[in-house]
């Protein structure tokens, strides 16, 4: 059988727990439709969503919609990576 990210959550949730993350970002708003829910009983922890339009070839743009990271630390979870490029670009 093949994992699911679903399935790799409450994992996550536990790593949150233990360090100090705190603040969950999405770099769309397919994965924080699909994903934030599953976040929200964790206290005091920033839910980021952000808007993604694509440029010219395989350029990406991410824009914060919702949400403020300065000075959290910060896991960006996606519910599809290709080649990394969406993550990079939220993660500046």
């Known amino acids: 059988a093949i994992a699911s990210l679903q399935t790799a959550i409450p994992l996550l949730k ?3 727990q ?3 993350i705190n603040c969950v970002a999405f770099p769309d708003d ?6 934030s829910e599953l976040f ?5 922890l920033e839910i980021i969503v ?3 339009t694509r440029t010219e070839g395989d350029q990406r743009r991410v824009v ?6 300065k000075g ?4 960006i979870v996606d519910d599809l990576v290709q080649t990394g490029g969406t993550l ?3 993660g500046k």
């Open 14 to 16: 536990k790593k949150i």
């Open 18 to 20: 233990s360090t100090n």
């Open 30 to 35: 397919g994965a924080a439709k699909r994903f």
């Open 40 to 44: 929200r009983d964790i206290p005091d």
């Open 50 to 52: 952000c808007g993604k």
């Open 64 to 69: 914060i919609q919702d949400g403020n990271p």
């Open 72 to 75: 959290c630390h910060v896991v």
């Open 88 to 90: 990079y670009e939220t």
